[in-house]
């Protein structure tokens, strides 16, 4: 069964840092794109960041462009959400999630940036709070 397990989260005063995992359990995450999606109260779910498989390509949402950074642990099927200078505004559940494809092919993924729907095996999310 493919399942991602993610870890983490947590409460944090604001300008703090945290780091989320989301681990890969039945499968690899070497023929998948990976993303991170959050859930704030009263919001949509939208996406924050993704990973092709090899790690070359990320994509971030502005609002944490040069805050967070997505990197893959290919040997432990295992990615990794740094987030620094946290603000309430990123209060969330954060969920990963992935999308398959072949090594180039999440290259294309990652650059066209897919809709929500196209991503599948999601986490059980994991709660980020940002407050003093």
């Known amino acids: 069964q493919l399942q991602l397990v993610e870890s983490g989260g947590g409460l944090v005063q604001p300008g703090g840092s945290l780091r989320l995992s989301c681990a890969a359990s039945?499968?690899?995450?070497?023929?998948?794109?990976i993303g991170w999606f959050r859930q704030a109260p009263g919001k949509g779910r939208e996406g924050v960041s993704c990973?092709?498989?090899?790690?070359?390509?990320?994509a971030y949402r502005d609002s944490v462009k040069g805050r967070f950074t997505m990197i893959i642990d290919s040997a432990k099927d295992t990615v990794y959400l740094h987030m620094n200078k946290l603000t309430p505004e990123n209060t969330a559940v954060y969920y990963c999630?992935?999308?398959?494809?072949?090594?180039?092919?999440?290259?294309?993924?990652?650059?066209?940036?897919?809709?929500?729907?196209?991503?599948?095996?999601w986490g059980q999310g994991n709660q980020v709070t940002v407050s003093t």
């Open positions: 039945g499968f690899t995450l070497d023929y998948y794109a």
């Open positions: 999630a992935v999308v398959p494809g072949s090594t180039s092919e999440t290259d294309d993924i990652v650059a066209n940036s897919p809709p929500q729907r196209k991503y599948e095996s």
């Open positions: 990973i092709s498989s090899s790690g070359g390509y990320t």
